[in-house]
C-alpha cells in the first residue's frame, strides 16, 4: 500500500508564493507519475501539473507559467511551487501518485485572498 502526505497549503494574499510538498511511503518501487490536482468549492477535481519519474511535465493552461512542478526520486517526493498565486487558484490541493493502480493525499487547503 502507498501513502500519500501533502504539506505546505495555507493562506497567501493574490501576487504570493506557496510551495507544496508530498511525500510517497509504503510498499513502493517507485511512482511512474506523480502530479497534483485541485478542486474548488462546488467544481470538478481538475488536473494542476503531474511529472513522470523521467521528468516528462504537463500542466493545465491556467497554471503555465506561475507554477512549476519538480520531484526528487530518491525520496519519493514530488513539489509544487505556485508563483503569482490569484483567488482562483483558491482550492483544496490533492497529491496523485500512480503505479499500476492510482494514489490520493488527503488534500491540503490553498486559499488566495485577493
Known amino acids: 500500500q502507498v501513502q500519500l502526505v501533502e504539506s505546505g497549503g495555507g493562506l497567501v494574499q493574490a501576487g504570493g508564493s506557496l510551495r507544496l510538498s508530498c511525500a510517497a511511503s509504503g510498499s513502493i518501487v517507485r511512482l511512474n507519475v506523480m502530479g497534483w490536482f485541485r478542486q474548488a468549492p462546488g467544481k470538478q477535481r481538475e488536473l494542476v501539473a503531474v511529472i513522470t519519474s523521467g521528468g516528462d511535465t504537463n500542466y493545465a493552461d491556467s497554471v503555465k507559467g506561475r507554477f512549476t512542478i519538480s520531484r526528487d526520486n530518491a525520496k519519493n517526493t514530488v513539489y509544487l511551487q505556485m508563483n503569482s498565486l490569484k483567488p482562483e487558484d483558491t482550492g483544496v490541493y490533492y497529491c496523485?501518485?500512480?503505479?499500476?493502480?492510482?494514489?490520493w493525499g488527503q488534500g491540503t487547503q490553498v486559499t488566495v485572498s485577493s
Open positions: 496523485y501518485g500512480s503505479r499500476i493502480q492510482n494514489y
